[in-house]
């Protein structure tokens, strides 16, 4: 069965420093990734998505950036974090093409932006 | 583009009551219909989906319904136990081509022991 896996749970970090959080997908090929961002008692906002290795696309502009260094492996990175970047972060992947299958989330990381 | 409109925002109910969730949607074209829930400090998780080529799916206690000529979709928990308390989101596919998921603004359910 897939496995979605997101490290930290929760990161407390200073205005100013880099950001780097990591997702991973076990047990599916070529998924599709996503990063979402949900504030407090918010919806949820799309901030990247890829459909293969090193293709990024970006749904906002933003002091965020998105990797796929490999197959199963997102990253999204800061190199410096404002206040406004607090909230909650979300990898997801789904099944290709992906317009008529559901996403699958991850656990999230809880920023706080000091 | 699409829009998805959902409501309530906030729902109570007494335990082993029922129930409802109501979203619509604008794009005609739209056949595949998930519904998540969120409990505090995790991630959206899929509960339950219907295609359109169908007009409700059932599992255990909850259910949806769809309503394509209406474009709405609901879901429907029963005999609801306090576990059931999360927020719970609808969605819409992306377009044929594109990959951003339309996202209801959330339901918070409360069941009332």
């Known amino acids: 069965s897939q496995t979605i896996h997101q490290w930290p749970a929760t990161l407390v970090q200073p205005v100013g420093s880099p950001l780097s959080l990591e997702c991973t997908v076990e047990g599916t090929s070529n998924p599709n990734l996503y990063w979402y961002r949900q504030a407090a008692g918010r919806g949820l906002q799309l901030l990247f998505y890829?459909?293969?290795?090193?293709?990024i696309s970006s749904e906002v502009p933003q002091n965020l950036s998105a990797s796929r260094p490999q197959d199963r492996q997102f990253i999204l990175s800061s190199k410096k974090l404002l206040l406004s970047d607090s909230g909650f972060y979300l990898c997801?992947?789904?099944?290709?093409?992906?317009?008529?299958?559901?996403?699958?989330f991850g656990n999230g990381t809880r920023l706080t932006v000091t | 583009g699409e829009n998805v409109e959902q409501h309530p925002s906030t729902l109570s109910v007494q335990e082993g009551d029922s129930a409802v969730i109501k979203c619509t949607y604008s794009d005609s074209a739209s056949n595949y219909f998930p519904w998540y829930k969120q409990e505090l400090g995790k991630g959206p998780q899929l509960i339950i989906d219907i295609r359109s080529n169908v007009g409700e799916k059932k599992d255990q206690r909850i259910a949806v319904t769809l309503n394509k000529t209406a474009k709405h979709f609901s879901l429907h928990i029963t005999e609801t136990q306090p576990e059931d308390s999360a927020v719970y989101f609808c969605a819409a596919p992306p377009r044929t081509g594109t990959y951003k998921y339309i996202f209801g603004t959330g339901t918070r359910l409360k069941v009332l022991a």
């Open positions: 890829s459909v293969g290795i090193g293709q």
């Open positions: 997801a992947w789904s099944t290709p093409p992906g317009w008529n299958s559901p996403l699958h």
